[in-house]
């Protein structure tokens, strides 16, 4: 359901033990009208059937994870159930230690949400739920195809705070078609009233190869205007922060110390491992990835073969670029050179950026709206 996280050039040793793991189980009950992942849609989610290819994946890794965080994403990892996300993080542990500590979040539909799973998730060791909101708006929601209504998404906070799981994120988009007379502002004010600890938001973007690209290519749909983008945009940082809650990353708002910490390491270039169809892994030096169908993905594991589908080496160039990148997108920053520095005066003068003590570039909201733009300004005129 997310689309977050690149690998990036710091180093670890080659020995030690990669401190996140990202799962990835790929189904969904039905395809959302926007979305282009890979994903496989399944009336009857073959929970048996997954957890044993899963558990098959998960055996080649064995003792070399020691988890700090672990991240069940997807798809809707939501629909194996109660039992279902029991038994996969039981397999992890079987392969992996899971510090006492450990962030564990999943990604979760709130028509999956029901106090008998909930309990479930807690009782598994589940302590974070990620969970595709989307828009308050019936209208909005039938648009998206969504599988949820408006009235589940509080009950779902409901029955995770009665299981004692406090730490909530959820997920917006905004950036819809103006056709659809959404009301941003209500629903930023909707979502706020719940109380989240960690709201992510997501501009719309028009894939080819989905409903919403269809329905784009025959006229019967526009994109929002930049306009449109920037004042949604700029109306949650106002109104977000407001209430409380840190800016931290371009896409992201925590209340403190309520920051994602796995999406985090993604964001700090660590490396991470990672199992399931189309999952990617950094491992410090190079990108790796697996066949995206799951059942290409089931059926390699069960002849014994790798369920690799590429791989990639990080140049220098590329190193560069992500450190830019990466440095750019959270409040952490980037730490500059005099020629980056140079280049980013102009930024600072627009209210684009500051420039912190140590030297450190950090984008304001209006340059995270321009965030590829600057990023690729400082790799390309960097001295690289
Ligand atoms: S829930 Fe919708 S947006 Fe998320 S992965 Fe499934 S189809 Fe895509």
């Given amino acids: 359901m997310h689309a977050l996280g690149r690998g990036a050039s ?193 501009g719309l973007t028009i894939e080819p190869h989905t409903p919403l690209g269809r329905w784009h290519s025959r006229g019967a749909v526009a994109e929002a205007d930049e306009d449109a983008y920037e004042r949604e945009f700029l109306h949650a940082h106002t109104a977000l922060t407001g209430a409380g809650y840190e800016h931290y990353e371009v896409s992201n708002f925590a209340r403190p110390g309520r920051r994602a910490r796995h999406n985090s390491a993604y964001w700090r270039g660590v490396p991470y491992a990672a199992v399931g169809p189309s999952a990617h892994r950094f491992d410090g030096t190079a990108r790796s990835w697996n066949v995206a169908p799951y059942v290409e993905w089931r059926d390699r594991l069960a002849r014994g073969d790798a369920a690799l589908g590429g791989s990639e080496t990080l140049t220098e160039a590329n190193r560069a670029a992500e450190r830019v990148y990466l440095g750019l997108r959270t409040t952490d920053g980037l730490e500059s050179s005099d020629a980056e520095l140079a280049l980013a005066r102009p930024w600072i003068e627009a209210g684009w950026a500051t420039l912190t003590p140590a030297r450190t570039i950090v984008l304001t909201p209006l340059g995270w709206l321009r965030l590829d733009a600057l990023a690729a300004s400082l790799t390309v005129a960097g001295s690289y």
């Fill in 10 to 202: 710091t180093m670890t040793p080659a020995d030690a033990p990669t401190r996140h793991l990202y799962v990835h189980v790929p189904f969904c009950a039905r395809r959302c009208s926007y979305c282009d992942f890979s994903i496989a849609v399944r009336r009857n989610v073959p929970v048996d059937q997954y957890l044993n290819a899963l558990s098959l994946e998960l055996a080649s890794h064995k003792g070399e994870l020691v988890l700090d965080t672990l991240y069940v994403g997807g798809g809707t990892p939501s629909t194996l159930g109660g039992s279902g996300i029991a038994r996969l993080i039981d397999l992890v542990r079987i392969h992996a230690s899971i510090a006492p500590d450990a962030e564990v979040t999943i990604e979760a539909n709130p028509d999956d949400v029901t106090p008998d799973a909930a309990c479930a998730w807690r009782d598994a060791g589940v302590n974070r739920v990620s969970l595709g909101g989307q828009s308050f708006d019936p209208a909005v929601l039938e648009w998206m195809h969504r599988t949820h209504d408006a009235d589940q998404l509080p009950r779902a906070l409901d029955a995770l705070g009665a299981a004692g799981i406090d730490d909530v994120s959820l997920d917006l988009i905004f950036a819809l078609p103006s056709a659809l007379e959404r009301d941003w502002p209500a629903d930023v004010e909707r979502a706020l009233a719940l109380e989240p600890s960690h709201i992510s938001l997501y």
